[in-house]
């Protein structure tokens, strides 16, 4: 229940923060919403000697269209992404999604960045991102770098980010209208991470998909694209049989943990389910 | 003063009145007064070192790193409470639990050690310094395991000791057989009967989890020699009595408040190590001593509920009679005994499985066993072991009416137990008090409009692209609770009675203290409203009192529904006593004969003339300033109240859900549940505490689990996985009565609060097999997550992916 | 360790103290402050119990630095009542017997608040939804989503007054 002892320090610009990790390195650990990491700390499974708290860094807080991508500062709160008017308008899967991650008090605490950067693979938005073919914006010592989602994840609590780094932004192409999207959770109550969850985001044309990603949550030890299950799709009918295919390659594609929530041939039948019922919402937004 | 009848029966707020409850005022206003609110001067914090390990010897034990972080005081191991002989302390069960690990480990997350520091956070960083060496031993999980030939010994400590607490050891590992009925009898029935159904139902391992976690803050007054000690207790009395037997204090100089309590459900009956270690530690200190465990803690080491491993057998005749029960059960208590149950009972009041029917021969055996697990086990809302009890009868009637292709309801009728038989002496040898079933069964039938859910169940049978399995459960349970006549029950001796103090003052308001304690079933509230109808004085002037044992009268506390028997009768008789003085008053004042006088709601007046009266308000002021020749000033009664036998409340409860064939999850669309708690105190607060119980059971039923792996590490003990569910997975309850009165009971009252417990679990498990049954699924062990039931739908090809 | 000055304003009295950086905003309040409402019920941050208001937002004190805290405005259940005079939710718990034990009341109240600012005419579902992260043992929630809406009501009177 109680934290180890610890220094704390509240930069107020990126370039503090980052000079601030740089000299401490791994005895430094950033403080974003601190969902994930201070009950890891309460329970002592992490004991950093520096925490670098980054709520006090404004310019790492907002959403907005820019140069024709949206563009979300990494500390952003998961409610004010579940409130974007302009998400609602041109990103509609990531308030539909946030909708079902922890519940209302964590969302007003708990960050898009933090849930990305923790290497989580239990963790949202991750396949989200994927889904959106969403960037990462880092800065470190040596300036800023991007990265795509897809390249981003190498492992459980293992990410391309160094601990020097910082993420500043999530960017990604607006969606286009006429796209269907969703996020199909499958959970044991309220604030569970997904037993599995599948985001996808879908086009049609002539009733056939012209475009479709699919990002698929804890089933395997990192958030994954389902490739192969989208190759597949492209050109074809949503009818009974392509998504029978969809749901076998998606179940090759998983390589989920047996825990309380289920054993891996369970985990992997949920993988499935989710997909097709996240394809089927989609396609009934298109019209 | 000559209001009319009605309105002055209002004003009382009486019984039977939904009247809000006395107790809110602090609570909605952040000053509820629970353990860790209370600080005292110069307090000290302890905290607790325990075991990785499931199964092994303590090698040596590393004070020194500890004691050099400011602000640790002192580290204390089974040595140091050796000399005091406290490193082992008897349980409620007979047998001995260890307070710190002696020498060996029993269970993972068991005390071994404890830090005291000025500071909370001190004592955190003390208890991480500690080290332990450790040498493994063989685990053993499995009960079963536990009595094969070849199994590691567990209690070397009782090795020597083959006759236990109850009897006869026949294993090592074995604690206790235990068994009830008549065997030939039973035996009888099933050697030429037409129908034989046999089964076997697990009822897993789960814990109460009430929201707030076990502590104390022991107090000892180094000058004055006294012992004052805040607890989370169910049962103050019995903790002064056994903290006065363990510490040599009188008990008269020991003091035990249990002051608000955020939940109990059975958690805070026993006497945990970490309140031994805060009492001794506050002696040899001399100063407060405050211990607060964390949830993980509390799941992991404090009583579980359940573990049973049960066989049930029916034998019936081809109609569906039913002519004999047998059951047996394997109880996995874990390391020690620490079972809460009245000590002639090792299983508890298991024996009224033989439920709401009229069965006239049955037999049971309950064999305990030693596991490497926390110890237990206690009774989680619900009398002791009965929730095991009506889940066996109640699945084993769903067996047979499956067997037999009769209707749930149709075999019910055929079996219950008849209004005109009560009361009714059962196989068991329990007489029953009161009881009708078949008008309790008829009403919820009608009410959910039963034949219309069973033919819209065929429909969706018939269509296989139906999307989902619905299914639809029903229950009539009968529970047995108020423990209960001392010649049978009794707590370490004493027999459990309950008692009530009464006080009227001068102006005709009262205080009034029982010794039973309150964790949120509303008692300042139902208590006051019983003597407010007997009395005829306003709810609102009568404080009630509870959890302080210098004050309340010795009482066995607030578990298995026992505070409406046992206590709520000890307060009627109690104010009974003082109602018959009241009236020798009234006669004297009013210069009549007591015969001459009727009591009317809140006065006494003389037969034929409504102008001639005495309120009790005229009465109280009378006792204090000239009472008549003959009677003692004052107005006040105590009453000890030892109970003839148990109360017997009952319910219908019927539930219908829809399982989706592609992840196996279950949705209860309704859940209808008709209770008879007899006389009913407080409407609101009844249907309180059945939302409660309901979704206590819900948790237990559909997700409830502490399991453990090979190596004895203990599974799912934190809030991540333990399931409680929000106000999102909980279902919207529906509820409905009968009132059949206790034909022994002061009031007709029978309690009520753990009933919607007992009842709803099998409810869920006889909806979601039904949901099955056509495919012959005659049982689905508990929790019924997703996955289990995911697993079950692929078995019978029923998936649909 | 060192202890860092934090100062912030809590039912609107200023408040400033010096504080270990690890020290829990739900210890700063119960120990320091001996605000003793908003209560411990797990460490993993589920239960909800420590739930207070830290400037306009629904927060889980538990999981919370005081540090953190510097220059905000936090409301606990003690600041609820106004001179004495409960507020909607506060009535609307006691009216339609929203809690028994009282464990969890104080996160409840203060989310229910909360919930109620950001939406007044919240339909079942979303106050189910609302207070998800609040836990009860004793009630089933279902008086609790009646005391909510009975708050609802008693606001929407008073704004209409």
Redesign the interface.
């Given at each position: 229940?109680?934290p180890?002892?610890f220094d704390y320090h509240a930069p107020t610009t990126l370039s503090d923060a980052i000079a601030l990790l740089d000299q401490l390195g791994d005895d430094a650990k950033i403080l974003a919403g601190g969902h994930s990491l201070l009950p890891m700390m309460k329970?002592?499974f992490a004991e950093p000697a520096h925490l670098v708290d980054l709520n006090l860094i404004p310019q790492l807080r907002g959403i907005r269209e820019e140069d024709g991508l949206i563009k979300i500062g990494a500390m952003t709160v998961e409610n004010d992404i579940l409130d974007s008017a302009l998400l609602k308008e041109k990103a509609s899967l990531l308030p539909k999604a946030v909708k079902w991650i922890a519940?209302p008090q964590v969302r007003n605490r708990g960050t898009i960045g933090g849930d990305i950067a923790h290497g989580d693979p239990a963790n949202d938005h991750p396949a989200i991102a994927m889904a959106l073919d969403a960037t990462f914006v880092l800065h470190g010592p040596s300036g800023e770098r991007k990265v795509k989602a897809v390249d981003f994840f190498h492992g459980t609590y293992m990410t391309d980010m160094a601990a020097n780094e910082i993420m500043t932004e999530i960017q990604f192409a607006p969606l286009a209208s006429n796209t269907g999207c969703a996020y199909v959770k499958?959970k044991?109550?309220?604030?569970?991470w997904a037993?599995a969850a599948a985001a996808v985001v879908l086009q049609m044309a002539n009733g056939k998909v012209s475009m479709v990603r699919i990002g698929l949550t804890n089933v395997a030890d990192t958030a994954i694209r389902a490739t192969k299950a989208e190759e597949l799709l492209l050109g074809k009918e949503l009818n009974e049989e392509t998504l029978r295919e969809v749901?076998s390659a998606v179940a090759e594609a998983c390589n989920p943990a047996e825990d309380?929530?289920?054993?891996i041939?369970?985990k992997t039948?949920?993988a499935?389910?989710m997909t097709?019922r996240a394809l089927l919402d989609a396609a009934s937004q298109i019209s | 003063m000559n209001a009319p009848l009605k309105d002055r029966e209002a004003a009382l707020m009486g019984m039977g009145d939904s009247r809000?409850?006395k107790?809110?005022?602090?609570?909605?206003?952040?000053?509820?007064n629970?353990v860790?609110?209370i600080?005292l001067p110069n307090m000290v914090y302890m905290d607790i070192v325990r075991s990785p390990l499931a199964h092994a010897r303590i090698k040596k034990i590393n004070k020194e790193e500890a004691l050099k972080i400011p602000g640790v005081l002192a580290v204390l191991t089974a040595e140091d409470l050796k000399p005091l002989k406290l490193h082992w302390m008897p349980t409620l069960a007979g047998d001995v639990a260890a307070v710190l690990a002696d020498e060996k480990v029993h269970f993972q997350m068991q005390e071994v050690a404890v830090v005291l520091a000025e500071t909370?956070?001190a004592a955190?960083?003390g208890k991480?310094a500690v080290q332990v060496e450790y040498e493994e031993l063989p685990v053993v999980i499995n009960p079963f395991d536990a009595l094969k030939d070849d199994a590691p010994i567990l209690r070397e400590d009782l090795i020597e000791k083959m006759e236990g607490a109850h009897g006869k050891r026949h294993h090592p590992n074995d604690i206790f057989t235990w068994e009830a009925g008549d065997a030939a009898a039973a035996d009888a029935a099933f050697v030429n009967a037409e129908v034989v159904v046999k089964e076997d139902l697990l009822y897993p391992r789960v814990h109460p989890?009430?929201?707030?976690?076990c502590g104390c803050v022991a107090s000892f007054d180094p000058i004055r020699g006294d012992l004052t000690t805040y607890i989370t207790s169910q049962a103050p009395h019995v903790v002064r009595t056994v903290v006065s037997m363990l510490s040599g204090i009188p008990e008269s100089k020991v003091r035990i408040i249990s002051p608000?309590?955020?939940?109990g459900?059975g958690n805070k009956v026993g006497i945990y190590p970490g309140y031994v270690c805060a009492i001794v530690s506050s002696i040899v200190l001399g100063r407060p001593v405050k211990w607060?465990e964390?949830?993980?803690e509390n799941l992991s080491s404090t009583a579980f509920a359940r573990d049973y491993h049960m066989t049930g057998e029916l034998a019936a005749t081809k109609d569906g009679k039913i002519q004999g029960l047998r059951v047996n059960v394997l109880a996995d208590h874990g390391a020690f005994d620490a079972c809460a149950d009245p000590s002639k009972f090792p299983a508890g009041m298991f024996h009224i499985c033989s439920g709401s029917y009229d069965i006239p021969a049955a037999h049971c055996t309950v064999r305990g066993v030693y596991t490497n697990k926390a110890p237990g086990g206690v009774a989680y809302r619900c009398s002791f072991r009965v929730t095991e009890a009506v889940y066996l009868i109640e699945r084993m009637v769903d067996v047979l009416a499956q067997k037999l292709n009769m209707d749930k309801s149709e075999i019910r009728k055929k079996n219950f137990i008849r209004k005109d038989q009560f009361p009714y002496k059962s196989a068991f040898g329990f007489e029953y008090d009161s009881g009708d079933y078949l008008t309790a069964l008829d009403q919820v039938l009608d009410a959910v409009d039963y034949k219309g859910l069973r033919a819209e169940q065929a429909a969706k049978r018939a269509d296989p692209n139906s999307k989902s399995l619905m299914g639809i459960g029903l229950v009539t349970f009968t529970e047995i609770v108020g423990a209960g006549p001392s010649k049978i029950c009794d707590i370490l001796g004493i027999g459990m009675f309950d008692s009530c103090e009464i006080r009227v003052d001068p102006t005709g308001s009262a205080i009034a203290r029982m010794g039973t304690i309150s964790?949120?079933?509303?008692h300042q509230t139902t208590y006051a409203q019983i003597i407010a109808t007997e009395l005829g004085i306003a709810s609102d002037l009568i404080k009630v009192e509870e959890g302080d044992t210098d004050t309340a009268p010795y009482g066995l506390g607030t578990y298995g529904s026992r505070s409406t028997p046992v206590a709520g009768a000890a307060i009627a008789m109690a104010a009974r006593k003082i109602h018959a003085k009241a009236k020798k008053i009234a006669a004297s004042l009013l210069e009549v004969s007591e015969n001459d006088l009727e009591w009317e709601v809140d006065r006494f007046k003389v037969r034929g003339n409504d102008d001639k009266f005495k309120t009790m308000k005229d009465i109280s002021w009378a006792a204090y300033h000239q009472p008549p020749d003959g009677l003692e000033p004052g107005l006040e009664a105590v009453h000890y109240y030892d109970p003839p036998n148990f109360t017997f409340p009952f319910g219908i409860y019927l539930a219908v859900v829809d399982i989706d064939r592609?992840?196996?999850?279950t949705k209860v669309r309704r859940f209808y549940a008709l209770d008879d708690c007899g006389t009913r105190i407080n409407p609101?607060?009844i249907?309180?505490?059945i939302?409660?119980?309901?979704?206590?059971g819900f948790a237990v039923a559909m997700?409830q689990l502490l399991?453990f792996d090979a190596q004895g590490n203990i599974?799912?003990n934190?809030?991540?996985?333990y399931?409680?569910?929000?106000?999102?997975?909980?279902p919207?309850?529906e509820t409905d009565y009968t009132v059949t009165p206790s034909p022994h009971h002061p009031l007709g009252a029978k309690g009520v609060a753990e009933s919607p417990h007992v009842g709803s679990i099998p409810t869920f498990t006889s909806a979601i097999v039904d949901a099955f049954a056509h495919t012959g699924v005659t049982h689905i062990d508990m929790p019924h997550?997703?996955?289990r039931i995911?697993?079950e739908l692929?078995k019978h090809g029923l998936?649909l992916? | 360790m060192s202890k860092k000055l934090v100062s912030m304003t809590i039912n609107g009295k200023k408040v400033e103290e010096a504080v270990?950086p690890?020290?829990l905003l739900i210890?700063f309040l119960?120990?320091n402050l001996?605000?003793?409402?908003?209560?411990?019920?797990?460490?993993?941050s589920?239960?909800g119990?420590c739930t207070v208001d830290i400037d306009g937002k629904s927060v889980k004190s538990c999981t919370h630095l005081a540090v953190q805290c510097e220059g905000a405005d936090i409301l606990?259940?003690?600041g609820?009542?106004k001179n004495g005079v409960?507020s909607a939710v506060?009535e609307g718990?006691?009216?339609e017997?929203g809690?028994?034990?009282?464990?969890?009341?104080?996160g409840m109240?203060v989310r229910s608040y909360r919930l109620l600012q950001e939406n007044p005419n919240p339909t079942e579902a979303e106050?189910?939804?609302g207070?998800?992260?609040?836990?009860?043992?004793?009630?089933?929630?279902?008086?609790?989503?009646k005391a909510v809406q009975y708050a609802a009501k008693k606001l929407q009177e008073t704004a209409q007054a």
């Open positions: 229940m109680i180890p002892e329970l002592r519940d499958l044991r109550k309220t604030g569970d037993t749901v309380l929530r289920g054993d041939e369970y039948a949920m499935g389910e097709k | 809000l409850r107790e809110d005022a602090r609570f909605i206003q952040g000053k509820g629970y860790d609110d600080k909370r956070y955190a960083d991480e989890c009430p929201l707030e976690t608000d309590i955020g939940g459900f607060i964390d949830r993980i964790q949120g079933q509303g592609a992840t196996g999850e609101m607060i249907d309180g505490q939302h409660g119980g309901l979704t206590e997700g399991s599974q799912g934190s809030l991540m996985d399931f409680l569910p929000t106000a999102v997975e909980t919207h309850w997550t997703s996955f995911w697993k692929k998936n992916n | 270990e690890r020290t210890h119960r120990e001996n605000l003793t409402g908003a209560h411990i019920g797990c460490e993993t589920h239960c119990a606990t259940v003690e609820l009542a409960l506060q718990f006691h009216q017997h809690l028994q034990c009282g464990f969890c009341t104080p109240l106050i189910r939804a207070i998800s992260g609040n836990l009860c043992r004793c009630t089933g929630y279902q008086n609790i989503v």
